[in-house]
């Protein structure tokens, strides 16, 4: 589990390329290595990946081909940094929201309004996950926890402060890059649910 408060940003310094298959080796920031272990939990932009080597503060993640496809991390290249929030334990505080490490789909940056102390993004996301989006829902975006700002047709948009600019990819996104998109999961189970009562009924 996880709580889409993102603790930095960490570089992809080697990668592995197989077989629809990947290994991706990543510098951890060094107070983030501490208890680390072989098959503990890590969220790259959101998606919850398994430790697989750990050497001095580089730390090893496989990736399958249904992440590469679903997800932005094969795009990634050597020099590249993303998001990571390492698994919440027992006791921690859920300054955002409880997120699973599962991406959704992925969205496209559409447009990109920066002021001097605030800047709002906005999201083309595809059609048949509409229905999980509303104004001041959860969503998690390559792993930060954000509240949805507006929504409009097919795009939404979230309003971001300097610390998240600052602590997170957000500062050096640009429009046309692609997301991952995480859906709050109590919203993804009440949505659903009431889909399907209603076609049902009729």
Sequence with gaps: ??????????EVVRIDEKEQFRIHT???????????????????????????GIEGDTVSFDLMQETLRV??????????????????????????????????????????????????????????????????????IDGISLTIGEVNGNQFCVNLIPETLERTNMGFREERDQVNIEIDPQTQAIVDTVERVLAERT
């Design 1 to 10: 589990m996880f709580t889409g408060i993102v603790q930095g940003t960490a």
């Design 71 to 140: 997800t932005n991390l094969g795009q990634l290249k050597t020099g590249d940094r993303f998001n990571f929030e390492r698994a919440a334990r027992f006791g921690d505080e859920i300054g955002g929201h409880q997120m699973s490490g599962h991406i959704l789909c992925m969205a496209i940056i559409t447009r990109i309004i920066r002021t001097e102390n605030n800047c709002q993004i906005w999201f083309e996301i595809p059609e048949n996950y509409l229905r999980y989006i509303f104004t001041k829902g959860y969503i998690g």
């Design 26 to 52: 990543i510098k951890l920031p060094k107070q983030y290595l501490d208890g680390l272990e072989n098959g503990a939990s890590i969220a790259h932009n959101g998606c919850c990946l398994t430790v697989t």
